[in-house]
């Protein structure tokens, strides 16, 4: 496959699915229920939506401090706005083209404070070992929380039979995936032993961090303000308000992942949220529209930034160009 195609359907595929599951939704909805989703959307309260962005930024800002704690070890100094900058640019990027916000900041970061590109991704991916165990972290206390209320959903939606294979097959694949990495020689196997060795250094390069006590108590922060920010927004609609605190985490779980399958989530972020909340006793209509009223909103707030971000970036940075 050619790696304009590969590039190509990398960007349509995600893209594809969004829009399929937007209209599988809405064909799916009454007349009635459609009115319901637009009352829910005319009703909300807008303050806590503003709220809910303002925290998602200062999780922003704790992440690009969080930053200059990785790139001090390298012998590197950055600005502060920098750093912002190019984190904003990333979360744009990432709406037109999934996973380039990595490479956008490394870029950024090397253009304007003159980071090697290849130190500065490196950064960026021992960041996102991080998240990802803080992510996981997130998971298993929503399904410890709600065990009972997600197993009899399970049982009760899937038949038992099926259920069984499910989790066979998903045995097969923890065995599997361990032998092929160590076993295969396939052009396949070479990146995920460089993904796994990349992994592992981005954990010891956190170990051997000078401020990694400060590095962590930032990443308590980040992840702290983004259930802060979801709370937020849950304020928004008299409905979702009052849910408790065990579903409040597994629909911020259920809603991150999203993430990995289309464009910032496009499409299957309110999917997904309406899906989770209907277990719990939510109105899909109500799912529905709080999940749209939140990826909307955090969407045109990175927006907003990334653009700024791109304007501004050589404007502060003039006199070193120059």
């Not at 996102?128 to 009760?156: E, M």
Request: a positive charge; charged letters at 10%; zero cysteines.
């Amino acid at each position: 496959m050619s790696r304009n195609l590969s590039r190509f359907l990398q960007i349509t595929i995600p893209l594809g699915l969004g829009v399929f599951l937007i209209w599988y939704i809405y064909q799916s909805f009454t007349p009635s229920q459609l009115a319901e989703t637009k009352k829910y959307f005319s009703d909300a309260n807008y303050g806590f939506v503003a709220l809910s962005v303002a925290l998602s930024i200062l999780s922003h800002i704790s992440r690009a401090y969080r930053w200059s704690f990785m790139l001090e070890p390298l012998g590197y100094k950055t600005k502060m706005a920098n750093n912002f900058m190019a984190i904003s640019v990333a979360y744009l990027m990432n709406i037109f083209i999934p996973k380039s916000g990595e490479v956008s900041r490394a870029i950024i970061l090397d253009k304007y404070e003159n980071v090697p590109f290849q130190k500065g991704f490196g950064t960026i991916i021992s960041e996102r070992v991080v998240d990802l165990l803080f992510l996981l972290i997130y998971t298993i206390i929503a399904i410890t929380i709600k065990f009972d209320a997600l197993y009899d959903f399970v049982v009760d939606s899937i038949p038992e039979s099926t259920l069984y294979l499910i989790i066979a097959g998903i045995s097969v694949i923890i065995i599997a995936i361990p032998l092929y990495i160590k076993f295969s020689n396939s052009n396949i196997n070479k990146k995920l032993k460089s993904f796994v060795i990349g992994l592992k250094e981005g954990v010891f390069s956190i170990l051997k961090m000078k401020k990694k006590g400060a590095f962590i108590f930032h990443t308590f922060i980040i992840w702290i303000l983004y259930i802060l920010s979801f709370f937020a927004a849950l304020q928004a609609l008299p409905i979702t308000s009052v849910i408790p605190i065990g579903t409040v985490i597994i629909a911020f779980v259920v809603g991150s992942f999203t993430f990995a399958f289309t464009n910032s989530g496009f499409g299957t972020y309110p999917a997904a949220i309406a899906g989770i909340l209907t277990i719990f006793g939510i109105a899909k209509t109500a799912g529905v529209a709080f999940g749209w009223i939140v990826w909307i909103s955090n969407i045109v707030s990175v927006v907003a930034l990334g653009v700024l971000s791109l304007l501004l970036l050589p404007i502060y940075n003039r006199n070193r160009i120059e």
